[in-house]
């Protein structure tokens, strides 16, 4: 059952954008693009175009999935020429189009919020919970930024990768009917409020978006509705966490301009093909 929803999103600094009579991208092309216009204008050395999770970790495989996927492939299966062009955009952002730091590689979730806080980036890739922390009293981009949908590549749509966690009664457990009272609970109206309200998630409950009191508290909330209803999972396998860890050197080595893209997706189809071989063949010999 989940317990509160998230997805990948694209702050911008709604004042640069309006001091250069600039609207924000809708495609990745347009991104850098506009973020090349801004940083020629602006001639600020500590300001840098867009910030992304770039450090070899789960951040750095969503990333890479809204960028693949939205562009109509995706990391292990779909359209291949496609598939490079993805990753060679993002690594390109940073040897090619100038627009993204060299200390990418090493960057979460929380560096680029730093970064992106302190004025220091055009647009970031982030998920929603950066928005309160971003506007608290004495934070340099109160009240200058926006929020909107990811970009996509020309003839596709905006794939963020869906996030939040979510709540589940052990099959085991020896209090079960407690359990689902405290599973009911955590995601009733009234509890969802809540958290909306006093710890900024996302709400799990569709009817909350449309609540023009919790609208007013949280007014972010109406533009993240259809973001939200865009998202798409990770792939859907339970050996999605093994698949995850042996793939993520492959992208960082893009990253950081070891490994082509071809290179890196043969690497990635080939390891993915063997493991989901072996697992196969595993289950095959658990169930004899």
Wanted: glycine share 8%; proline share 6%.
């Amino acid at each position: 059952m989940p317990w509160y929803v998230d997805a990948g999103v694209l702050y911008y600094r709604r004042d640069l954008l309006d001091r250069h009579g600039l609207e924000p991208p809708r495609t990745w092309l347009e991104l850098a693009q506009v973020a090349k216009l801004v940083l020629d204008a602006e001639q600020d050395s500590k300001l840098a175009g867009f910030v992304w999770q770039g450090k070899q970790y789960e951040g750095l495989m969503c990333v890479v999935l809204e960028v693949l996927r939205s562009n109509g492939t995706d990391l292990w299966v779909g359209d291949r020429d496609r598939a490079e062009y993805g990753l060679r955009f993002l690594r390109e952002t940073i040897s090619t189009h100038g627009i993204t730091p060299l200390s990418t590689s090493m960057a979460d979730e929380e560096s680029t919020r730093w970064m992106f806080g302190e004025g220091h980036a055009l647009f970031m890739r982030n998920w929603p919970y950066a928005w309160s922390l971003l506007q608290q009293e004495g934070s340099p981009v109160r009240g200058k930024i926006g929020v909107v949908a990811l970009p996509a590549f020309s003839g596709f749509s905006s794939a963020p990768v869906l996030g939040g966690w979510m709540l589940a009664r052990p099959s085991n457990s020896t209090h079960q009917e407690v359990v689902g009272e405290l599973i009911s609970f955590l995601t009733s109206p009234d509890a969802q409020r809540r958290v909306a309200v006093e710890l900024g998630y996302n709400p799990v409950r569709r009817a909350l978006y449309t609540d023009e009191s919790l609208l007013e508290l949280r007014p972010l909330l109406k533009d993240l509705y259809p973001i939200l209803l865009m998202a798409k999972p990770r792939s859907v396998t339970p050996y999605y966490l093994l698949l995850s860890q042996a793939i993520q050197p492959e992208i960082s080595a893009v990253v950081v301009g070891r490994k082509s893209p071809q290179e890196a997706l043969d690497a990635i189809r080939r390891r993915v093909e063997q493991i989901m071989g072996e697992q196969t063949a595993t289950a095959r010999l658990g169930r004899s």
